[in-house]
């Protein structure tokens, strides 16, 4: 893994997606010499095309992130690999037309960027197609040294055995602190020099998962093992880093403290972040005014009741506000006003609710709530009063989501589907608290772009 911005990327993703910005590059150029040859000019590279180009290569790339092709399910199955691919460029050749009309300084004949997009889309499956081939190899993954062989060990296993998993296990270490919960562990007692052990093995990273760290910690062999230059890490760290959310399970105090993050609140990135919020909510308003005034009506038009409604929510601080949306349920989904959790194929949502759920319009009114400052474009999904006194009082930890400001769409929204039980809220807790603690500009880009994954394959919309 890389960390970019206090958020972690594979490394064999970053590497893939510089292979693919190399061959759209490739791939823009090649557009431009055919059809220069086709009309009977020269055929030669000139400097100048390169704004041209990078304007090309960064617009279809951001859209291949948004529409999910670096996913792992994306580079495990070429069929869906295709199928994103086709939907990017569909998405990229639109959005490069807009931009070339806005500027025309960069643009591509109509011809060029035909040809650039068919070449692009050849380059990129055949790219994947053979990073296939390659991604699990064993030779890319780092081996990891497991300190421990209980229960946490057991996670550490089953993980590695993933799909995309990035790391192999390269042993187990019995340290006599509990129960054994996988097979093949070494005893310590068995091994005269921990630090050889670990180079025997050609570990890159050694992984703390005792069960009881008192007395069992070993201070002195890590001292050395980490002298010698091998990554040694915490489970809770490790599971943050491998999972892109703060396990619960594992999870103490002590870390929340002193490991770094949290730092949301820095003026500048608050004052940023504001204003990107005040920006594009505006313009979601004025674009998707008709949208919602059509919905609003067809929504009046089925059932009996208000096209709108407002439900009282806990946003930053804990501090209560009102969120706005389309009405997509019955007006009596509620008897007495008692709130209940959404859930699959739920019997209150009208026919036009069902789909208006589905594409993600009523939520739309929201964008008000964002301008007026209650909200952000991106950030944990506000939860209503009932719940949030609920979940404070059955999982640890809950209450410091509410350290960044709510969002439309956020980091658990785009990982889990909807939740509707307190085990899915717990769930979803462990992405709310790596996106509070995580928290930087890029992440936020990242939310967004994939937010587009969501949107056009709503598999997790209730």
Do not use: C
Request: hydrophobic share 50%; glycine share 8%.
């Amino acid at each position: 893994m890389v960390r970019l911005f206090k958020h972690y990327v594979p490394h064999t993703i970053l590497f893939l997606g510089a292979i693919d910005f190399f061959l759209l590059l490739v791939a823009g150029e090649g557009g431009w010499l055919l059809r220069l040859w086709q009309i009977g000019g020269s055929v030669e590279t000139d400097a100048s095309r390169l704004p041209h180009l990078l304007a090309f290569a960064v617009t279809v790339q951001l859209v291949m992130v948004g529409v999910g092709a670096y996913g792992v399910d994306a580079l495990r199955s070429m069929r869906m690999a295709a199928a994103r691919l086709v939907v990017a460029v569909s998405l990229a050749l639109i959005l490069l037309s807009f931009l070339f009309f806005l500027m025309p300084a960069i643009t591509f004949w109509r011809s060029n960027l035909l040809y650039a997009m068919l070449l692009a889309l050849a380059l990129v499956f055949t790219a994947h197609l053979l990073f296939d081939r390659t991604l699990g190899s064993e030779g890319l993954k780092r081996r990891v040294l497991v300190l421990g062989a209980g229960p946490r060990a057991a996670r550490i296993e089953a993980l590695a055995k993933k799909q995309g998993a990035g790391f192999a296990i390269a042993g187990y270490v019995g340290m006599n602190d509990g129960g054994v919960g996988v097979a093949g562990a070494v005893n310590r007692d068995a091994i005269a020099s921990l630090t050889d052990h670990v180079v025997r093995l050609r570990a890159s990273e050694v992984v703390l998962a005792l069960e009881e760290r008192r007395n069992a910690l070993p201070l002195a062999d890590l001292l050395r093992i980490k002298t010698i230059g091998v990554f040694v890490n915490d489970i809770s760290s490790f599971l943050e880093r491998e999972t892109g959310r703060v396990d619960l399970d594992s999870l103490n105090p002590s870390w929340l403290i002193f490991s770094d993050g949290f730092s949301a609140g820095r003026r500048l990135s608050a004052a940023g972040k504001r204003l990107f919020d005040i920006a594009v909510s505006g313009f979601i308003l004025l674009l998707f005014a008709p949208l919602i005034l059509l919905t609003a009506l067809l929504v009046k038009l089925e059932s009996d009741g208000p096209a709108f409604f407002r439900q009282r929510r806990v946003g930053l601080y804990g501090q209560p506000f009102e969120i706005l949306k389309i009405r997509s349920m019955r007006q009596d989904a509620e008897v007495g006003g008692k709130a209940v959790w959404a859930q699959k194929d739920d019997p209150r949502v009208t026919r036009v609710g069902a789909v208006i759920r589905k594409l993600r319009i009523d939520e739309l009114p929201q964008a008000w709530t964002v301008l007026k400052g209650e909200m952000s474009l991106v950030g944990p999904r506000p939860e209503r009063p009932q719940f949030v006194s609920d979940l404070e009082a059955r999982l640890p930890f809950y209450a410091e989501r509410h350290v960044v400001k709510p969002g439309i769409t956020g980091w658990a929204q785009i990982n889990f589907p909807y939740g509707a039980s307190v085990e899915d809220a717990r769930q979803k807790l462990e992405y709310d608290l790596y996106y509070a603690k995580n928290y930087t500009p890029f992440l936020d880009l990242l939310i967004l772009l994939q937010t587009m994954r969501v949107v056009l394959w709503p598999e997790g919309a209730r």
